[in-house]
């Protein structure tokens, strides 16, 4: 059994907490060349898939993930390189196909797409767009790259979005169609839609026991076996937070700063109450959404997640908030050197 494992990042920007205090944010221009850094080393270090994320805020530093992996597509050789996620909603898909094609040609056919709605609104004013079509948006111009992506001459009629009649788009990728996947928080109606389209599908587990995920994967399955898809055989992954370090009291110290920094920003937006250390400990429990601690303690977790949930994908998202790109760069190098090895061997004859 192979179970891949990689890693996803919003490209954070903001103030840098440690537990020895608080730093300035980088300018987004540093920022973006260290996530180009640290998909190099991701790299070299034997991950499968490295995902970025598309915001539009002051605290990211990426706002075009296809241009920083297009940067880092150059420097490596096997790591597939993918959106997390492509607000597809606020996106023409003919240029996210066009953007990601250019990719896959740099990366001799190492591109990917993550599609979701996406968890901030910023792009919809931004772009001219009505949240009131929030889903009906999404459901249309991922019909549209669904098309694209199959055929090279489109034709297709929207509402929303004007219709092509047999045009084609350009360039091709060069893989025969890109790999498409729908990102999702967990809600039934994104598993259930996920799997009658074939897609495979991402879940973002935040918070909580990653367990209660079951149910979704069982979802999915189900509506892709109803439109006659193997549902066995789609691919089902999940991104979470979490940190490594050498120890567990180590991870545990370095992370809770930038963890609650991050989560704050979000409460006093979204009406959330305050990050506690009581909220911090439950989650890095191993009944946690959080992924931290030695290589052997994220290992572990990893393969009962696995196992749990029948995924076959695993990325850890890291930083949430911003940390010292040295400690990033340590946390991918201990990922990839240590923990990658321990989920191997446990699933090379499952």
């Known amino acids: 059994m192979k179970v891949e494992l990689g890693l996803t990042s919003f ?9 020895n205090g608080q730093f300035p944010a980088l300018s987004n221009a540093e920022r973006i060349r260290d996530i180009v850094e640290e998909i190099k080393l991701a790299d070299q270090v034997g ?24 940067a880092a597509a150059t420097m490596t050789h ?5 959106s997390a996620v492509t607000v597809l909603s606020s996106d023409d898909p003919v240029r996210v196909y066009q953007q990601f094609a250019t990719l896959d040609g740099l990366s001799k056919g190492r591109a990917e797409i993550m599609a979701g709605r996406g968890s901030f609104i910023e792009s919809f004013p931004l772009f001219g767009y009505d949240l009131n079509h929030y889903q009906q948006l999404f459901d249309e111009k991922l019909d549209l790259l669904m098309t694209i992506n199959r055929n090279e001459v489109v034709h297709w009629e929207g509402q929303l979005r ?3 009649n047999g045009l084609g788009v350009y360039p091709r ?4 169609e890109l790999p498409i996947w729908l990102a999702t928080g967990g809600t039934p109606e994104s598993s259930i839609r996920a799997g009658q389209l074939g897609l495979p599908i991402v879940y973002a587990i935040i918070g909580g026991n ?38 567990d009291e180590q991870a545990q110290r370095a992370f809770y700063r930038p963890t609650e920094q991050h989560h704050n920003v979000l409460a006093k937006e979204r009406g959330w109450p305050s990050f506690t250390i009581e909220h911090y400990q439950r989650e890095i429990s191993s009944n946690g959404a ?22 076959t994908r695993f990325m850890l998202h890291l930083p949430i ?30």
Do not use: C
């Open 47 to 70: 991950l499968d898939v490295y995902g970025l994320g598309e915001h539009h805020r002051p605290d990211y530093a990426v706002s075009d993930p296809g241009t920083v992996l297009a």
């Open 173 to 176: 990728a060069v893989q025969d």
């Open 210 to 247: 990653p367990k209660r995920f079951a149910r979704n994967v069982a979802m999915y399955r189900a509506a892709a076996e109803s439109q006659g898809y193997d549902g066995k055989a789609l691919q089902v992954a999940t991104h979470s937070w979490g940190y490594i370090a050498e120890t």
């Open 11 to 19: 490209g954070d920007n903001q103030e840098i907490y440690t537990e």
């Open 290 to 311: 959080l992924y931290v601690g030695s290589p052997e303690t994220v290992a572990q977790k990893i393969i009962d997640t696995v196992e749990a949930l029948g995924i």
């Open 321 to 350: 908030g911003s940390m010292p790109h040295e400690r990033i760069m340590n946390s991918i190098r201990l990922l990839g050197e240590q923990v990658k090895p321990i989920v191997d061997k446990y699933f090379e004859d499952k």
């Open 162 to 164: 004007p219709s092509i």
């Open 78 to 82: 096997h790591i597939k390189l993918s």
